[in-house]
Nanobody, 122 residues
Framework: QVQLVESGGGLVQPGGSLRLSCVAS????????MGWYRQAPGKRRELVAV???????NFADSVKGRFTISRDNGKSTVYLQMNSLKPEDTAVYYC????????????????WGQGTQVTVSS
């Protein structure tokens, strides 16, 4: 069974930084795109950043220049470094990965983590 487990959320003051981590585990053949989404109260879940297996990245306009995404393929881990945090960054952050499980063909499935709360407040 494939699992994504996030860590690193918390409470931070405006202008501060946080680093989120997400580790994929289980019977995995290959991990393709990995990314982070967020959902604020009363809002739709939105893409924050995504990174391909070859480390091509894409960011939401609202976080460009402040957030970076990286991955360690050997550790099946994706990171989100969040700098210059703003109150509007407050949300539950979800890890997402497109994963081909072992023995289940060659098409990737979408997997999600349980979410980690990020609160930006003074």
């Amino acid at each position: 069974q494939v699992q994504l487990v996030e860590s690193g959320g918390g409470l931070v003051q405006p202008g501060g930084s946080l680093r989120l981590s997400c580790v994929a585990s289980g019977s995995i053949f290959e991990i393709d795109d990995m990314g982070w989404y967020r959902q604020a109260p009363g809002k739709r879940r939105e893409l924050v950043a995504v990174i391909s297996r070859g480390s091509n990245t894409n960011f939401a306009d609202s976080v460009k220049g402040r957030f970076t995404i990286s991955r360690d393929n050997g550790k099946s881990t994706v990171y989100l470094q969040m700098n210059s945090l703003k109150p509007e960054d407050t949300a539950v952050y979800y890890c997402n990965a497109k994963i081909i499980p072992l023995g289940e063909g060659l098409s990737p499935y979408d997997y999600w983590g349980q979410g980690t709360q990020v609160t930006v407040s003074s």
